[in-house]
């Protein structure tokens, strides 16, 4: 087991900002790719933004430009910084990291951002 454990999620007006933070247990290191996720109520969880170890990013059309991904492998850390939300971004957002075959997922953080 690889415990993930976000933080940083709360209720937050339409354009403002909030930073997702995941705290690893295990070395980032040896994480291929890490990855953001979200599932918005009655919806399925899709990809929000992904980064590799090489840096390489991915991030979903409807967060261009607005979410920005990183990763501090020295702090076991992965971050989300959200910028311009919007009532569309409410969902509760997940971290996820592969080693290897292995896929490891945190509980969770709500993030609700009102209009």
């Known amino acids: 087991q690889v415990p993930l454990v976000e933080s940083g999620g709360g209720l937050v007006q339409a354009g403002g900002s909030l930073r997702l933070s995941c705290a690893a247990s295990?070395?980032?290191?040896?994480?291929?790719?890490v990855a953001w996720y979200r599932q918005p109520p009655g919806k399925q969880r899709d990809l929000v933004a992904a980064?590799?170890?090489?840096?390489?990013?991915n991030y979903a059309d409807s967060v261009k430009g607005r979410f920005t991904i990183s990763r501090d492998n020295a702090k076991n850390s992965i971050y989300l910084q959200m910028n311009s939300l919007e009532p569309e971004d409410t969902a509760v957002y997940y971290c996820?990291?592969?080693?290897?075959?292995?896929?490891?997922w945190g509980q969770g953080t709500q993030v609700t951002v009102s209009s």
């Open positions: 996820y990291a592969k080693y290897g075959l292995w896929d490891y």
């Open positions: 295990r070395s980032l290191f040896s994480a291929n790719t």
């Open positions: 980064i590799t170890d090489d840096e390489d990013t």
